[in-house]
């Protein structure tokens, strides 16, 4: 995760408007999301895509919010593999029984 928040950094670095302000950056954090429901509502629900439309992936949309939430938390000081230890600690403690394990055969 380090060499990833590295290379959108050296990336972001050599432009003069740097990082966006984290309103501006939420703000296009919605807007990936939003383009990522509708590749998945595209591709599992009932709206097909008009014959027009772009052809994006979904797993470009997922790539998308991946490098706008480096981004953010770059721009914030925040070490994503940190934070994700922590959340996965969390995970694994508060809701270590909230769901149905599935049977391990030895």
């Known amino acids: 995760m380090a060499d990833l928040q590295r290379e959108v950094d050296a ?5 003069k408007e740097g ?13 990936e999301v939003g383009e990522l429901a509708r590749e998945v509502n595209h591709h599992y ?35 994503l593999a940190e934070a994700h230890d922590r959340v996965m600690n969390k995970f ?4 270590a029984d909230r769901w149905t394990r599935k049977n391990v055969e030895p």
């Open 11 to 15: 990336y972001i670095s050599q432009f």
């Open 19 to 31: 990082y966006f302000s984290p309103l501006s950056m939420l703000a296009r954090m919605s807007e």
């Open 45 to 79: 629900g009932e709206k097909p895509k008009k014959a027009d439309e772009a052809d994006n992936s979904i797993e470009m949309e997922l790539g998308d919010i991946l490098f706008i939430v480096i981004c953010f938390a770059n721009s914030l000081g925040i070490d």
């Open 92 to 95: 694994n403690t508060r809701d």
